[in-house]
């Protein structure tokens, strides 16, 4: 059973940080690009960053600069670390696991930034 569970979300204040974590089971980690998407309230799920097998990264332009992702294929976990966080990074953050074909989503968690 292919399992993303993603965790480290919460309330923070406009200019802060978290880090995001996904641990993942059930695939073979290192084979898979991992990525990192977000949806706020009446909005479409939208891709925040990407790494691949090699560890290459590509971000979307909005958080650019801020946020950071990375993987450990020892752990099979994918990290975001984000900063100086805005209220319109509001929203709930997937961990998305790909292959041609394939992907795996974990179940979300919850960044709130506001005073």
């Known amino acids: 059973q292919v399992q993303l569970v993603e965790s480290g979300g919460g309330l923070v204040q406009p200019g802060g940080s978290l880090r995001l974590s996904c641990v993942v089971s059930?695939?073979?980690?290192?084979?898979?690009?991992m990525g990192w998407y977000r949806q706020a309230p009446g909005k479409q799920r939208e891709l925040v960053a990407t790494?691949?097998?090699?560890?290459?990264?590509d971000y979307a332009h909005f958080v650019k600069g801020r946020f950071t992702i990375s993987r450990d294929n020892a752990k099979n976990t994918v990290y975001l670390q984000t900063n100086s966080l805005r209220p319109e990074d509001t929203a709930v953050y997937y961990c998305?696991?790909?292959?041609?074909?394939?992907?795996?989503w974990g179940q979300g968690t919850q960044v709130t930034v506001s005073s």
């Open positions: 790494i691949g097998t090699l560890g290459s990264t």
């Open positions: 998305n696991a790909a292959q041609p074909n394939v992907n795996y």
């Open positions: 059930g695939i073979t980690f290192r084979r898979y690009a």
